[in-house]
């Protein structure tokens, strides 16, 4: 079993540009979420999906950050434009239900600079 | 705003002692869960505990949670070098959102 994967593993660029992340979850797993570390605020929840459909979108930070899954096997999470502050690391999970174990991708680490 | 919260920040201990690692809430939850973070990489799910069970035990790792006083402790036996990372607890609400703390890094000293 592969796991969660995510792509890119790091991506540097430069304010103003536009980034996109990629996450393939664990087959058959219903529940997708994706999540941002940094030191300052730890892990926090950015938005969850369940059946592709977005549940919970509460966390995402405004609305340069937007998150699609248009099948059960792929997610993007897209920020147009990026700042310096969405530098942190930005992990994928996918569980087979909302309430079920969350499984965690490697994470995408980003840095704009 | 934080749910879960590690005690302590930091611990470091010598090979073969036990940790214990404190979480604290501030709601009812349905379950909490103890996850892993190896510098650099991704979570990795350690054990669950449900609100109705009171301990559990998996491997070296023993859980317990006390509802009434919104916490729960995670106990390493027998640490190892390889135990070396860091410690989150995430409990999750009526949504079924988790939350995370902002963990607990231990250090297993040789």
Partial sequence: DAGVIQSPRHEVTEMGQEVTLRC???????????YRQTMMRGLELLIYFNNNVPIDDSGMPED???AKMPNASFSTLKIQPSE?????VYFCASSQGTEDTQYFGPGTRLTVL | ???GEEDPQALSIQEGENATMNCSYKTSINNLQWYRQNSGRG?????????NEREKHSGRLRVTLDTSKKSSSLLITASRAADTASYFCATDGSNYKL???KG?????NP
């Fill in chain 2, 1 to 3: 705003s934080q749910q």
């Fill in chain 2, 99 to 101: 939350t995370f703390g």
């Fill in chain 1, 84 to 88: 310096p502050r969405d530098s942190a």
């Fill in chain 1, 64 to 66: 340069r950050f937007s």
């Fill in chain 1, 24 to 34: 393939k979850p664990i087959s058959g797993h219903n529940s997708l979420f994706w």
């Fill in chain 2, 104 to 108: 607990t890094l231990l250090t297993v």
């Fill in chain 2, 43 to 51: 979570l990795v799910h350690l054990i669950l505990i449900r609100s």
